[in-house]
């Protein structure tokens, strides 16, 4: 099955700097979610993307719906340590139900 | 209100072994989802419940099948277990099909 392609694969960063993550598709999606797994524990939604070209932000957290509707990016600003985790992009398609696809995921460390 | 539940949080299998992995969620939600979780993937659906009394395969359904017990409970079970069906087992539910999902903590099961 599909899988979107997300990048990078991993990040160390440094406490304070911001963060960008993208995620890309060879096909169309109406809905963008962007979802953050804690070490043990399961996604958790951060955002949701439903129109061609949305912004929207959540506190240091903005996400965007890709014009082409094949992509969509995520940016953290003055990142934290409890922003470590790994960040999932998932697409879903008008009429395909339930079926999210997720992408593989980006490990985001972060050093004091 | 607890969310999504799931037991166990960890299981260790032989090969041949059968077992059950229990999901269980107090949101009043019509909707549940078995995922995998593979290392360097994104998570995957196994299968999926629309609304009580009916179920669907999602994208890697051989090996498993499900029950939708009631409207809070939904079952996964491995009849008999592969090394191959080594993974995080995630259960989560929606409002309806095609709203957002919630995951719970995740089963970690490894097959000997």
């Known amino acids: 099955g599909q899988q979107l392609n997300q990048s990078p694969q991993s990040m160390f960063i440094q406490e304070g700097e911001d963060v960008s993550m993208n995620c890309t598709s060879s096909?169309?999606?109406?809905?963008w979610l962007w979802y953050k797994q804690d070490p043990g524990e399961g996604p958790v939604l951060l955002i949701a993307l439903y129109k061609a070209g949305e912004l929207t932000s959540n506190g240091r957290l903005t996400a965007q719906f890709g014009i082409t509707r094949k992509d969509s990016f995520l940016n953290i600003s003055a990142s934290i340590p409890s922003d470590v985790g790994i960040y999932f992009c998932?697409?879903?398609?008008?009429?395909?139900?339930?079926?999210?696809?997720f992408g593989t995921g980006t490990r985001l460390q972060v050093t004091l | 209100n607890a969310g999504v539940t799931q037991t166990p949080k960890f299981q260790v299998l032989k090969t041949g072994q059968s077992m059950t992995l229990q999901c269980a969620q107090d949101m009043n939600h019509n909707s549940m989802y078995w995922y995998r979780q593979d290392p360097g993937m994104g998570l995957r659906l196994i299968y999926y419940s629309a609304s009580e009394g009916t179920t669907d395969k999602g994208e890697v359904p051989n090996g498993y099948n499900v029950s939708r017990l009631n409207k809070r409970e939904f079952s996964l079970r491995l009849e008999s277990a592969a090394p191959s069906q080594t993974s995080v087992y995630f259960c989560?539910?929606?409002?309806?099909?095609?709203?957002?999902?919630?995951f719970g903590p995740g089963t970690r099961l490894l097959v000997l």
């Open positions: 989560a539910s929606s409002e309806v099909v095609g709203e957002t999902q919630y």
């Open positions: 998932a697409g879903q398609r008008t009429g395909t139900a339930s079926k999210l696809t």
């Open positions: 096909s169309i999606f109406n809905t």
